[in-house]
């Protein structure tokens, strides 16, 4: 069998990039490992830049965005017993969306599906050629060849993708600590995302609905979750959001919970041959700059725009820059994903003069009209290249 893009991976960058494809009139076989249901139902980050709603609503694929996306003009920092607003609109024009990366999943499979795209599930990527392009793939018990003229590599970091480049450069630093992760059947407690600083660590509170909550807590990287009862975790929350005009925690049933390890990753270059690496195939980020997602969007567009160039034209001059250009968008995010995880966890080897340095940071972001714009423009989204 042969396509012109053989996209490994059916996660929200290969599906999105399928998508972006077929409105150039660019053929596309999508191949992921999983079955439907697992993928539209494993549960990660949902806070979209304005880059990243755009491209979904201009490629069609923002209906149900926009009917269920709770848009954001800011966000508070919380610390010393009392929050500080970020007024992200007021300080860049520009907004941010929670919406779930399972409903974006949910919707681009249906459009592609609905648009007679080729998406196989539980067909997994065993092996690939970057030079005389083709991606073997087990399905249904039988093993197949999908012959292509490019690859695009959306199968994240535990993928068959990144391994294939030969020379490749990779940065990485893990942190001392980690995310408990729950979803609750409750009203959220804000209209707003709160990132909380406390010397116990950092908390998050979160939106996925009007009634259902997303919230964090930093932990250990090997904490054993059986230890956390709900009402301990729910305990743990009140304690680190609690500020000095009493505002209240709303509770309710726990129904989902999860420890994920923070850590930052970088692979050099992007591409190989014919082969383009996107997404978590060539890049982490520790959550808190809410930029994984959003980083995976804007590698296909950039994607996207090259193979547009490349079968409109035969100019490859996009799809030699696409790594160049990738990068410098990946290490501005990853310094600014460093950055907020930095200023609000608690660290456990910190000395009592880093923990008043990390103070000292904390009453300047809050205080500094230059500082919150910083921190606006750069939570919000800088400009696809």
Not at 38 to 61: C, F
Not at 135 to 141: E, K, L, N, P
Not at 367 to 382: D, H, P, Q, R, V
Request: some cysteine; charged content about 25%.
């Amino acid at each position: 069998m042969r396509t012109q893009v053989a996209i490994i991976g059916g996660g929200p960058a290969g599906l999105l990039l399928s998508h972006l494809l077929h409105l150039e009139g660019i053929d596309s076989v999508v191949l992921e490992s999983r079955d439907r249901g697992y993928v539209e139902h494993r549960q990660r980050a949902g806070m979209l830049e304005q880059g990243t709603t755009d491209v979904l609503r201009e490629s069609g694929a923002g209906e149900r965005l926009d009917r269920e996306g709770l848009v954001h003009h800011g966000l508070e920092l919380r610390f010393g017993g009392a929050g500080h607003r970020i007024p992200l609109t007021d300080l860049t024009g520009r907004t941010v969306t929670v919406y779930a990366q399972t409903e974006i999943v949910k919707d681009l499979v249906a459009k592609r599906l609905a648009d007679g795209g080729d998406v196989r599930f539980e067909a997994e990527a065993v092996e690939l050629d970057a030079s005389a392009p083709s991606v073997t793939f087990r399905s249904g018990g039988e093993t197949h060849t999908l012959d292509c003229d490019y690859i695009a590599g959306c199968d994240g970091f535990h993928g068959v993708s990144r391994p294939a480049v030969p020379g490749l450069r990779t940065f990485e630093r893990e942190y001392p600590f980690a995310w408990l992760g729950i979803l609750a059947d409750v009203a959220p407690s804000t209209e707003e995302l709160i990132y909380a600083n406390h010397d116990r660590g950092f908390a998050l509170h979160s939106l996925r609905s009007p009634h259902v909550s997303r919230l964090y807590l930093q932990v250990a990287p090997d904490e054993d979750i059986a230890a956390w009862s709900d009402a301990r975790i729910w305990d743990e929350l009140a304690t680190r959001f609690a500020t000095d005009d009493g505002w209240k925690l709303h509770e309710g049933p726990i129904t989902d919970k999860s420890v994920t390890p923070m850590r930052s990753f970088v692979a050099e270059p992007m591409r190989h041959d014919r082969l383009f690496l996107a997404g978590d195939a060539g890049h982490i980020v520790p959550p808190t700059g809410a930029k994984g997602l959003n980083l995976a969007v804007s590698d296909v567009i950039i994607l996207a725009r090259a193979f547009a160039e490349r079968y409109a034209s035969g100019s490859q001059t996009l799809l030699d820059a696409y790594s160049d250009a990738c990068l410098r968008r990946v290490w501005r995010a990853e310094h600014f994903s460093y950055w907020m995880t930095t200023l609000l966890h608690a660290d456990p080897a910190a000395t009592d003069f880093e923990r008043r340095l990390q103070r000292s940071h904390l009453d300047y972001v809050a205080s500094s009209e230059a500082a919150k714009a910083s921190l606006a423009e750069n939570y919000t989204g800088l400009p696809i290249p």
